[in-house]
């Protein structure tokens, strides 16, 4: 049987690994999360960073991410003043980003827009530079 939270510590560790081969960015891991909620996955060690992130790893759910863990990491990032994104991995498929349309072109308040990682990371920098 699959222990859930190392899976879920284990793409924590991988995912803030990618985003500093991509950004330079050191992530950590906030353990506060699994006392009290509501806070982000990842603390970035740039205060710049425009992202709350919420990360889910699992075998599978719906296309988009389950519409719970939307509004967790809206509840987190509107908590910290950061925009939303919601990275999640299923078994057997590449890492998918979700983040608020209104976040890389005006409008368009209430819709999301899923990129794989690497166009997240492009949009990271640029929204960065």
Known sequence: MVNSRNKGAGFEREVSSYLFDETGIKFKRDLEQYRT???ADLIPD???FPFTLELKRY??????GAPAWWDQVKFAADRE???PCLIYKYDRKPIRCVIPLNSIMAGGEDYRVEVD?????FIVRELMS
């Open 81 to 83: 003043g950061k925009i």
């Open 37 to 39: 909620g509501g806070h």
């Open 117 to 121: 990682f690497p166009a997240f990371c």
């Open 46 to 48: 740039d205060p710049d």
């Open 59 to 64: 075998k599978d759910a719906p296309i988009g």
